[in-house]
């Protein structure tokens, strides 16, 4: 089965700054989706960024951007230039051949003034 | 984009009773439609996916008889929770895929905003 673990419960960013949420899994399949999912007090789940396997390229999208060490198995998210609508829960999430999503355990983002 | 709706966003409900929470692709057709639960400050646990005329699979340790889905259309699927109970408190998360959406079978999936179980 596979499994996706962030060690990070909580972290805190000042806005404007950089910040790098990790993520890391495991898998025996070589086909796979990843992808990290922005949880506010809303509780809506929105995604942030997907990253296909097969593609060495690393995805970006405006200020979010990912680092994908597919030999590592590590998936991490970069936040640029935080704002303060950026604060929520995050969720990296993997869908491989079953098309099911396998959810980590969260890291909280606080962004302070 | 794709949108997903859920019905109600809250419920409140005295142990016993069933309750029916719906789940509505809005502007696509929905072949494959996924039940989550989310306890407080936790994260999403997959109850079940559900295709379109078929019968639901239920992941290991969810009660299929206690927690009923019915996927009868392309844009409807439906979670009862059969005589329920203050254990079964929650927030419940639906999510669906169609075809043909970026990603293909293993891409995105659309969510819901999620309804409140509350059983006294």
């Known amino acids: 089965a596979q499994t996706v673990t962030q060690s990070q419960p909580e972290m805190s960013v000042q806005e404007a700054e950089t910040v790098t949420l990790s993520c890391t899994y495991d898998?025996?399949?070589?086909?796979?989706?990843l992808f990290w999912y922005k949880q506010p007090p809303s509780r809506q789940m929105i995604l942030v960024i997907r990253?296909?396997?097969?593609?060495?390229q690393n995805a970006t999208e405006n200020r979010f951007s990912v680092n994908f060490q597919k030999a590592a198995k590590s998936f991490s998210l970069k936040i640029s230039d935080s704002q303060l609508g950026d604060a929520a829960m995050y969720f990296c999430?993997?869908?491989?051949?079953?098309?099911?999503?396998?959810f980590g355990t969260g890291t909280r983002l606080q962004v302070t003034l | 984009g794709a949108v997903v709706s859920q019905h109600p966003s809250r419920v409140i409900c005295k142990s016993g009773t069933s309750v029916k929470i719906e789940c509505r692709s809005l502007?696509?057709?929905?072949?494959?439609m996924f039940w989550y639960r989310q306890f407080p400050k936790k994260s999403l646990m997959l109850m079940a996916t559900?295709?379109?005329?078929?019968?639901?699979?239920?992941e290991q340790g969810v009660e299929k008889d206690k927690f009923l889905i019915n996927h009868a259309s392309l844009t409807l699927s439906t979670l009862t929770v059969t005589s329920a109970h203050p254990e079964d408190s929650s927030f419940y998360i639906c999510?669906?895929?169609?075809?043909?959406?970026?990603?293909?079978?293993?891409?995105?999936?659309?969510f819901g905003p999620g309804t409140r179980l509350t059983v006294l």
């Open positions: 999510s669906a895929r169609g075809p043909g959406l970026a990603g293909g079978p293993l891409g995105e999936q659309f």
């Open positions: 898998t025996s399949e070589s086909d796979y989706y």
């Open positions: 990253q296909e396997a097969y593609k060495q």
């Open positions: 999430a993997y869908s491989g051949t079953a098309s099911k999503l396998t």
């Open positions: 502007d696509f057709q929905a072949t494959t």
């Open positions: 559900s295709n379109e005329g078929s019968k639901a699979t239920y």
